[in-house]
């Protein structure tokens, strides 16, 4: 017999969906599962198999956990500000909300096709208002506590776009949008004094790590902080 996948995988995830038995619930009796992935960033080519490799993985988990009877948090959001879809936006003259929207549909669909047991009643959308409002106060508490700071930086510079590039986007000297020559112009950027904690993080770190990886982890925190090289 043919095993029918479109129909056969279609009609348990509805089942699922209908249930909802991938939410979490508020129930503090049970005990608590917190599975996070890194939220990707909605584009308009769909998923890239690197995005199911790390979710099946942590899909697994979350799943055993769910039947030894933990109360299993595992959420999807998307990390939708860029600058892909600003430029696909102008080339295309649609308006950024409209494409984001659209990527992040795409987006869900693949993933719920994939049978992948996020909780979507909690899905999050850092284009949202609602939630950048929080990450703008944060912002706000770090400026308040001089840990947010402007600086004279060198950035790369299009002479076409009239616009700040990140390195991938100068490509053999040149925009990689335009074509336009790209220069070096020292412009005030935003800074977020990180190094303040390195101290802290590492004897923190220390006491309280308990992962397979800490000793690599902490070598690593070392070399970047202290400006130390780790072998
Ligand atoms: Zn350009």
Not at 31 to 52: D, N
Not at 101 to 120: E, I, M, T
Not at 138 to 157: C, P, R, T
């Amino acid at each position: 017999m043919k095993y029918d996948f479109a129909a056969i995988e279609k009609k348990w995830q509805d089942k699922w969906e209908e249930c909802g038995c991938f939410h979490a619930e508020i129930d503090h009796s049970k005990p608590k599962f917190y599975a996070l992935v890194e939220f990707p960033y909605p584009s308009g080519a769909g998923l890239h198999v690197g995005h199911p490799r790390s979710y099946t993985a942590l899909d697994i988990v979350c799943r055993k956990r769910r039947m030894q009877g933990y109360n299993v948090l595992y959420p999807m959001g998307w990390d939708a500000f860029g600058l892909p879809t600003e430029n696909f936006a102008i080339k295309n003259h649609i308006h950024p909300a409209i494409v984001t929207k659209k990527n992040v549909d795409r987006f869900r669909s693949q993933l719920k096709a994939l049978g992948l047991s996020f909780d979507w009643k909690r899905e999050v959308n850092t284009t949202d208002p609602s939630y950048y409002k929080w990450t703008q106060w944060i912002f706000l508490q770090l400026f308040k506590q001089g840990l947010a700071y402007k600086k004279e930086m060198s950035v790369n510079w299009c002479t076409g776009c009239k616009c700040v590039l990140a390195n991938e986007e100068v490509v053999g000297g040149v925009c990689e949008r335009c074509g336009s020559e790209v220069v070096h112009k020292v412009k005030s950027q935003w800074m977020l004094a990180i190094t303040k904690y390195a101290q802290r993080l590492i004897d923190e770190y220390h006491q309280d790590l308990h992962h397979p990886l800490r000793h690599t982890f902490r070598r690593y925190l070392y070399g970047y902080f202290a400006g130390a090289s780790a072998h």
